[in-house]
Structure formats: C-alpha cells, structure tokens
Nanobody, 116 residues
Framework: QVRLVESGGGLVQPGGSLKLSCTASGFSFSTTAMAWYRQTPGKERGLVAHISRNGGSIEYAGSAKGRFIISRDNAKNTVYLQMNDLKPEDTAVYYC?????????WGQGTQVTVSS
C-alpha cells in the first residue's frame, strides 16, 4: 500500500534551518509529482512547495519563496524540504503529499516548532 513517512521536524530557534524528508513506498515514486503542505491548529492545510516527477518544475507558496528548497531523489524514493531562515510563523505540522489517479495520499506529518 501507499506509505509516506516524514522525518526531520523538531524545535529550532528563529533564523535556524531544518531539513525534512519524506520517504515513499507502494507506488511509482519517479513518475509522481510530490508536494509539501503544512497545517496549524484551526487552519486548513496549505501548500508549501510542489515538485514535478523529474524535479524540472518547482512551485513555492509565497511564504516559502527564497527560504525553502524542495528537492527529490528518485533513486531513494525521497522528497526533501530544506527550510532556512525559519520564523515563528513557520511553526506547523508539515505533511508530504502524493497525488495520482484520483487519489491523494498523506504522510502522518512532522511537527516543526520555531521558537526561542
């Protein structure tokens, strides 16, 4: 079955960096576009970044532009999110998403907390 496992979250001070990883299994990762979303309590899950199946097309939400970098390693079935210059408002649960066919799949999420 489809499985997405995020890791790399944690507590970081403002201005710090974190790198999230999402390892996928159960589907053809190299032919699937991937995305990172985030969610805070009481708010809808929102797109952070999206990467095409070969990495040639990348999109960022406004808040992520210039600070976050999405990448993927198809040999490792893994998508990454490098987050730099983190701000308290980046605090959220970050989710990995895969969408193919008519289905959307999510990982369990990883908590990122930006606080001094």
């Amino acid at each position: 079955q489809v499985r997405l496992v995020e890791s790399g979250g944690g507590l970081v001070q403002p201005g710090g960096s974190l790198k999230l990883s999402c390892t996928a299994s159960g589907f053809s990762f190299s032919t699937t576009a991937m995305a990172w979303y985030r969610q805070t309590p009481g708010k809808e899950r929102g797109l952070v970044a999206h990467i095409s199946r070969n990495g040639g097309s990348i999109e960022y939400a406004g808040s992520a532009k210039g600070r976050f970098i999405i990448s993927r390693d198809n040999a490792k079935n893994t998508v990454y999110l490098q987050m730099n210059d983190l701000k308290p408002e980046d605090t959220a649960v970050y989710y990995c998403q895969a969408a193919f066919g008519q289905n959307i799949y999510w990982g369990q999420g990883t908590q990122v907390t930006v606080s001094s």
